[in-house]
């Protein structure tokens, strides 16, 4: 196996179509070069959780749980990792709604910033690409996937809000570099929810490209109802509408992601 690539995905707004992103992306990513991808699901929404398996959340163990290693590792107890298939060659670690409460316990334990380093470590094993879900802020669980990863991604919708939080993330990641020496870099930011006549979208694309330059994929997500169709039928966008917009965007997202981590990575 080659070396793993670990990425996580941040936008502290909600909202922004980052698990539709992250699972569309593993699912590509799997099927294009066969590839073993795992996606830890840090957000304590569990939407991740939600959207890959619906209605069997309720007969997930709570020992496989992300919190429940988490436990472990905060106990400085050897990591047992059981990531759920969801799809042929993706597999997830799943989260609930108590992900709240260790995340509050995270604040009290020494080398906190270091926590999802270890799961990494374990899951690298096993898999070619681990993606982690963030959740909709920069607490301590945010902090912990940019030490653990390699590369960030940012999605983003055509709000303003969106734009001005993405300095934000900038400041966190310079922060986490400067003081603990942070490995992780900025892949790139991508709009999601896309509309090429919406005046709005167009302007903050054009403001993005403008202050970021290339930070910014050339791929955009378009708004698309098969997404959310997919996402409620448990599926992927591949194997639910293959010949969707929806699936024509995340395809060419999978092929500019991975043609980016190779340029960084020469």
């Not at 390699?150 to 709000?159: A, K, Q, S, T």
């Not at 734009?163 to 993330?169: H, R």
């Not at 992780?184 to 490209?209: A, H, P, Q, W």
């Amino acid at each position: 196996m080659t070396e793993t690539i670990t990425t996580a995905c941040v936008n502290h707004k909600g909202g922004v179509a980052k698990t539709t992103s992250l699972l569309n992306l593993a699912a590509g990513i799997a099927r294009s070069g066969k590839k073993r991808v795992c996606i830890i699901d840090a957000d304590p929404q569990a939407n991740t959780t939600m959207a890959a398996f619906g209605q069997e959340v309720a007969n997930i163990p709570s020992e496989v749980l992300l919190e429940s290693v988490l436990q472990e590792s905060m106990q400085d107890r050897p990591l047992e990792i059981q990531p759920l298939p969801w799809l042929e060659r993706v597999d997830i670690l799943p989260a609930s709604l108590d992900l709240a409460a260790t995340e509050v316990a995270m604040y009290a334990t020494p080398g906190r910033e270091f926590l999802f380093r270890e799961i990494v470590k374990v899951l690298a094993k096993k898999y070619d690409h681990i993606f982690i879900d963030c959740p909709p802020s920069l607490g301590i669980i945010t902090q912990n996937a940019l030490m653990a990863s390699d590369f960030v991604i940012i999605p983003m919708d055509g709000n303003y809000f969106a734009m001005k939080g993405i300095e934000k993330i900038y400041y966190i990641i310079g922060l986490l570099k400067r003081k603990l020496n942070a490995q992780v870099r900025i892949l790139g930011c991508f709009m999601t929810k896309y509309n090429d006549r919406r005046k709005l979208d167009v302007d903050i694309r054009e403001s993005l490209i403008e202050a970021l330059g290339d930070n910014v994929f050339e791929t955009t997500i378009r708004n698309n109802v098969a997404l959310g169709e997919a996402q409620y039928k448990t599926q992927s966008i591949f194997d639910y509408a293959p010949s969707s917009n929806g699936a024509k965007d995340y395809k060419k997202l999978v092929k500019e992601f991975l043609g980016r981590i190779k340029k960084m990575n020469q």
